[in-house]
């Protein structure tokens, strides 16, 4: 199984930027899709963004589209979300998960990613 490890969550001003990283400390994740995923209390864990393994096309929810990017970075085997505008109603605990030669064309979902990390939070608060 892939081990990840998720970086990058603090306290943020509306309006600000964070940047979240995904590592991988050993398995390369070229071959992989990752997903990023929130949860915000009381409710669901959404599907945010996701990277494909072979072609890096994205996906991007509607409520974060124009405002969030996704990227890998192979030198340093990660993949990062960078979050701008970030609003109130993005503060949540971001998650980040692998699935093996996965195509990003929808919404990720929760069962369809086997490795996850130990999520990070994120709050945007004045």
């Known amino acids: 199984q892939l081990q990840l490890v998720v970086s990058g969550g603090g306290l943020v001003q509306p309006g600000g930027s964070l940047r979240l990283s995904c590592a991988a400390s050993?398995?390369?994740?070229?071959?992989?899709?990752i997903g990023w995923f929130r949860q915000a209390p009381g409710k669901e864990r959404e599907g945010v963004s996701c990277i494909s393994s072979r072609d890096n096309s994205t996906y991007y929810a509607d409520s974060v589209k124009g405002r969030f990017t996704i990227s890998r970075d192979n030198a340093k085997n990660t993949v990062a979300l960078q979050m701008n505008s970030l609003k109130p109603e993005d503060t949540a605990v971001y998650y980040c998960?692998?699935?093996?030669?996965?195509?990003?064309?929808?919404?990720?979902?929760?069962?369809?990613?086997?490795?996850w990390g130990q999520g990070t939070q994120v709050t945007v608060s004045s």
């Open positions: 050993r398995s390369t994740l070229d071959y992989y899709a």
């Open positions: 998960a692998a699935d093996l030669f996965r195509l990003c064309v929808s919404s990720p979902l929760l069962a369809d990613f086997g490795s």
